[in-house]
C-alpha cells in the first residue's frame, strides 16, 4: 500500500531513505532546516568500512575521554558540562564499555556495513550514477609498538570475522604507497573497505529523487506536531500544517530534539568532527587512518581530504581552530612531504554526528508513538551504513521482512 512520507533530514540517512521509500512505491516530502550543502554528510571521510566492527563504546574510551576531557585539541574532547540527558548519555556509554558488548554489537555493525556497501554499488549500477567510488582497501597506520599491538588484535577480530585485512610493515606500505613518503613503522590493511567522495553521491542522489517527484523543502523548521492518541497526525512547518502518513527521524543529534517533543527519550548525543581538502597533487593513492591521533585521509575525486576528531559537546556551529590544527599536523607528521598552509586550515568544515550511547545505530519504531521510524546515532558511519540503513527504513514503513537482524538497532533497548 502506497504511503504519504515524511522524511525529516536530508543527510545522506533522509536521502537514502527517501530512494528506497520511493522504490517501494511510496510519495515522499524530505524537510530540512539546512541548504542541503554542508554537514556531515558532506564532509565527511567517505569511508565504507566494514573493517570497522569495533563500536566507539569499547573498553578504555571513557578513561581515554577523562584523561583528554581538559585537552581541546585531542581526538576525543568530551566537553565537560551540567546537563541531565548528558549524565544520563556518559553513564549508559560507560556501562556498555565491556568487551562482552564489542562481541555482541559485532554482528549489527558487520552486517549493515556489507549491506550498504552492496547496496551502494547496486545504486550506482541501476542508474547508470557517475559519482566516484574506489575499492582499494583502507591502511591503518600507526607510529608506536603499542599502537602495532592494537591494530593485531582488530585484524585478527576481522579475520574472524570474514573481513579481508593482515598486519603490514613498512616495506609492505611502500608497496602499497610507492609515490608517497609515509613515516610509519607498520599497520594493517584492511582490503574489504571501499572510499567515496560523498558530495558526488549527495548531487546525483538529489537530482534523481527530484526527477521522481520527492519534495524537498530546505532551510525549513518543524516547528511542532499534532499528535492524536500514539499517532503524529501532522506537522507544522512553512506556517502550515502538513498530514503524512508516516513520518521518519533522520535528523542527525536534532533528531533527539525531535523526539523530546512528542515524549520519547533517545540517549543521543553530538559529536563534531572536522576536515579540510588539500587540491593540490599530494600522490596519496590509498586511504588511511592515522591510528595515534585518529585522523583519516582520503583520495577524493580530484583532491585530498583530511579529517578527524570527535568532539562530544553541546550542538554549536564554532570551529576550534586547535582541533583543525591538531589534524593537519598530525597528517604533515605522517606524510612528511605534505604541505597543508594556512589558507587551507582556514576553510575547513565541520559536520555534527549523532553519537548514540552504545554505538550502534538507533533504526526501528517506537512503541509510544506507532507511525515513525527512527533513524540516527550511527557515529562516525553513518556515510558506512547509509544505504543499508535507508533500505531498513523503507522495509519498516512497507512492513516488509527486514533485510537484516534489525533487533540491535531498537531505539528502545535498554542500556
Known amino acids: 500500500m502506497s504511503k504519504n512520507i515524511a522524511i525529516i533530514g536530508g543527510g545522506v540517512i533522509g536521502l537514502c531513505s527517501a530512494y528506497y521509500l520511493i522504490k517501494d512505491g511510496h510519495k515522499v516530502t524530505i524537510v530540512d532546516k539546512s541548504s542541503l550543502e554542508s554537514g556531515a554528510s558532506y564532509i565527511n571521510a567517505g569511508y565504507l568500512c566494514p573493517g570497522h566492527i569495533t563500536p566507539l563504546a569499547a573498553p578504555g574510551i571513557i578513561r581515554q575521554g577523562i584523561r583528554w576531557m581538559f585537552n581541546s585539541s585531542s581526538p576525543l574532547y568530551i566537553e565537560p558540562r551540567i546537563n541531565i540527558e548528558f549524565f544520563k548519555w556518559i553513564y549508559a556509554f560507560n556501562k556498555s564499555c565491556t568487551n562482552r558488548h564489542v562481541i555482541n554489537s559485532i554482528p549489527?555493525?558487520?552486517?549493515?556495513?556489507?549491506?550498504?556497501?552492496?547496496?551502494?554499488?547496486?545504486?550506482?549500477?541501476?542508474?547508470?550514477?557517475?559519482?566516484?567510488?574506489?575499492?582499494?582497501?583502507?591502511?591503518?597506520?600507526?607510529?608506536?609498538?603499542?599502537?602495532?599491538?592494537?591494530?593485531?588484535?582488530?585484524?585478527?577480530?576481522?579475520?574472524?570475522?570474514?573481513?579481508?585485512?593482515?598486519?603490514?610493515?613498512?616495506?609492505?606500505?611502500?608497496?602499497?604507497?610507492?609515490?608517497?613518503?609515509?613515516?610509519?613503522?607498520?599497520?594493517?590493511?584492511?582490503?574489504?573497505?571501499?572510499?567515496?567522495?560523498?558530495?558526488?553521491?549527495?548531487?546525483?542522489?538529489?537530482?534523481?529523487?527530484?526527477?521522481?517527484?520527492?519534495?524537498?523543502?530546505?532551510?525549513?523548521?518543524?516547528?511542532?506536531?499534532?499528535?492524536?492518541?500514539?499517532?503524529?497526525?501532522?506537522?507544522?512547518?512553512?506556517?502550515?500544517?502538513?498530514?503524512?502518513?508516516?513520518?521518519?527521524?533522520?535528523?542527525?543529534?536534532?533528531?533527539?530534539?525531535?523526539?523530546?517533543?512528542?515524549?520519547?527519550?533517545?540517549l543521543l548525543q553530538s559529536g563534531k568532527g572536522y576536515s579540510m581538502d588539500v587540491h593540490e597533487e599530494t600522490k596519496i593513492n590509498l586511504p588511511a587512518i592515522l591510528v595515534e591521533p585518529k585522523c583519516a585521509v582520503t583520495p577524493m575525486n580530484g583532491f585530498t581530504r583530511f579529517s578527524g576528531t570527535i568532539e562530544i559537546a553541546s550542538i554549536n556551529n564554532n570551529i576550534r581552530r586547535n582541533r583543525v590544527d591538531a589534524i593537519a599536523n598530525s597528517a604533515c607528521s605522517y606524510y612528511p612531504n605534505l604541505k597543508i598552509d594556512e589558507d587551507i586550515r582556514s576553510k575547513a568544515a565541520f559536520g555534527l554526528r549523532a553519537i548514540s550511547a552504545d554505538g550502534l545505530p538507533y533504526i526501528g519504531r517506537s512503541s509510544k508513538i506507532s507511525n515513525i521510524v527512527i533513524a540516527t546515532g550511527h557515529n562516525m558511519t553513518g556515510w558506512s551504513m547509509s544505504t543499508g540503513t535507508g533500505k531498513l527504513v523503507s522495509d519498516f514503513v512497507s512492513e516488509k521482512p527486514p533485510s537484516i537482524d534489525t533487533s540491535f538497532y531498537n531505539p528502545e533497548r535498554k542500556f
Open 108 to 266: 549489527g555493525i558487520l552486517n549493515l556495513s556489507l549491506l550498504s556497501q552492496d547496496l551502494l554499488q547496486q545504486i550506482k549500477d541501476e542508474n547508470n550514477f557517475k559519482f566516484h567510488y574506489k575499492k582499494k582497501g583502507l591502511l591503518m597506520l600507526c607510529k608506536t609498538e603499542n599502537s602495532m599491538l592494537h591494530e593485531e588484535h582488530a585484524v585478527k577480530l576481522a579475520i574472524e570475522n570474514g573481513l579481508e585485512a593482515k598486519l603490514i610493515n613498512k616495506a609492505e606500505i611502500k608497496k602499497l604507497e610507492p609515490n608517497v613518503e609515509i613515516d610509519s613503522i607498520g599497520g594493517a590493511y584492511y582490503k574489504c573497505d571501499h572510499h567515496s567522495t560523498p558530495g558526488e553521491f549527495m548531487s546525483v542522489l538529489k537530482e534523481f529523487l527530484l526527477s521522481k517527484g520527492v519534495r524537498i523543502f530546505k532551510h525549513t523548521l518543524v516547528d511542532n506536531f499534532v499528535l492524536e492518541g500514539k499517532k503524529i497526525k501532522g506537522i507544522f512547518f512553512d506556517g502550515k500544517l502538513m498530514k503524512f502518513d508516516e513520518y521518519v527521524f533522520a535528523a542527525g543529534p536534532w533528531t533527539n530534539y525531535l523526539c523530546n517533543k512528542i515524549g520519547i527519550k533517545l
